[in-house]
Structure formats: structure tokens, C-alpha cells
């Protein structure tokens, strides 16, 4: 079964910062799906990235970046200039691509707060 | 136009009730997903269905009873709710199983 770790359950970073958040995760699989979902206090979960594991070159969202290491099962997450929006719980998710058969599973999540 | 819309978003009941929470999705997605977080925020999934197929089923209690009238909807049944079933349940759609939308959520407090 796949699994998804998360140790840092919370961290903090300055106002126009650089944090990192880490995950790693667990699989057998040579094709899969890695995300990093918010869920600012309003509890809607919003995608913030996607990287295929297919994929070398690592995913780049404006201010959110990854580093993807395949062979170390490792996928954090870089948030530049941070912001005070960017305050929120931080979830690293897998995905087995498997058509219809395909599901998310969730690390335990990270606390990220911002400090003005 | 809400992508991922689920009603009610918020939803306190007694224990021995029967509750039902909807989710519609306007994405024109095949696959709908139930999740659920719990009080640790931990987020784990209790069903999907593609095109109106059930296809994952993650043991979840037979209390739980997922129906798909057609692909833009996917509401979930609760029959004698105990006080366990509190929780934050989510609406997911996808297309092709690529990344998921999710719906607002629902907090169920059972008391």
C-alpha cells in the first residue's frame, strides 16, 4: 500500500520568505501523481501543484515550486516570497494512475503559518 | 458558479438519526469522490464512482451508503449516525483521475 509521511507538523516562515515543506512517500509504482493541496481556515482544499512521476523537469506554479526526487521517494514543496495568505494546512498527496480506479492518499498535513 | 458544490455545509444531529449530504459538479467530470477528514485533519477516502459505477469502496462502515443518480451528482446516505461520524466530509471530482476538485465540505457534528 502506498503511503504518504509528513513529519514537520507545523512550521513558520517571515513574511517574503522562503519555506519548504517536506514529504515523502512510499510506492512500488513506477507512474504516479504527487500533489500539494492548501486548506486555508475556510476548509476548502485547493490544489496548489502537480508533478507526474514520469516527469524530470519539477513543477513550477508562480510562487510554488517542487523538488522532486524520484529514486529517494521524496516531494517537497517551495513557496517563495511567502505571504500571509499563504497560511494554511499543507497536505502532500499520491495518486496511482489507474483510470477509474485512481485515488488520493493523504499525509497528515502541516501547519504553515506567516509572520508579518 | 461554484465547480464543486455540496449541500448543507454545515449539519448537526443526534445520535440514531439518518443524514444525507449532496454533491453536484458542474465540471462535466466522470469520477466523483467521497472523502473524509477527521478531528486530526487526517483526510482519507471513502468512495468513488466513474460514470455512475461504484468503484472503490474503502471499508467504510455499511451505515455509509454512497448513490449516484448520473455523473454530476454523488450524495452520500448516513444511517444511525453515532458520535464517531463527526467529521468534515468531502466532495472530489476529477476527469481521468488527473487532479481532484473539491467541494467546500460538509461538518457533520453528531452529538
Known amino acids: 500500500a502506498q503511503t504518504v509521511t509528513q513529519s514537520q507538523p507545523e512550521m513558520s516562515v517571515q513574511e517574503a520568505e522562503t519555506v519548504t515543506l517536506s514529504c515523502t512517500y512510499d510506492?512500488?509504482?513506477?507512474?504516479?501523481?504527487l500533489f500539494w493541496y492548501k486548506q486555508p481556515p475556510s476548509r476548502q482544499m485547493i490544489l496548489v501543484i502537480r508533478?507526474?512521476?514520469?516527469?524530470?523537469q519539477n513543477a513550477t506554479e508562480n510562487r510554488f515550486s517542487v523538488n522532486f526526487q524520484k529514486a529517494a521517494k521524496s516531494f517537497s514543496l517551495k513557496i517563495s516570497d511567502s505571504q500571509l495568505g499563504d497560511a494554511a494546512m499543507y497536505f502532500c498527496?499520491?495518486?496511482?494512475?489507474?483510470?477509474?480506479?485512481?485515488?488520493?492518499?493523504f499525509g497528515k498535513g502541516i501547519t504553515l503559518s506567516v509572520r508579518p | 458558479d461554484t465547480a464543486v458544490s455540496q449541500t448543507p455545509k454545515y449539519l448537526v444531529t443526534q445520535m440514531g438519526n439518518d443524514k444525507s449530504i449532496k454533491c453536484e459538479q458542474n465540471?462535466?467530470?466522470?469520477?466523483m469522490y467521497w472523502y473524509k477528514q477527521d478531528s486530526k485533519k487526517f483526510l482519507k477516502i471513502m468512495f468513488s464512482?466513474?460514470?455512475?459505477?461504484?468503484?472503490i469502496n474503502e471499508t467504510v462502515p455499511n451505515r455509509f451508503s454512497p448513490k449516484s443518480p448520473d455523473k454530476a451528482h454523488l450524495n452520500l446516505h448516513i444511517n444511525s449516525l453515532e458520535l464517531g461520524d463527526s467529521a468534515v466530509y468531502f466532495c472530489?471530482?476529477?476527469?481521468?483521475?488527473?487532479?481532484?476538485?473539491f467541494g467546500p465540505g460538509t461538518r457533520l457534528t453528531v452529538t
Open positions: 464512482y466513474n460514470n455512475k459505477e461504484l468503484i
Open positions: 508533478q507526474e512521476a514520469y516527469k524530470q
Open positions: 510506492t512500488s509504482e513506477s507512474d504516479y501523481y
Open positions: 472530489a471530482s476529477s476527469l481521468s483521475s488527473l487532479e481532484q476538485y
Open positions: 498527496a499520491y495518486s496511482l494512475y489507474t483510470g477509474a480506479n485512481s485515488k488520493l492518499t
Open positions: 465540471l462535466g467530470h466522470d469520477t
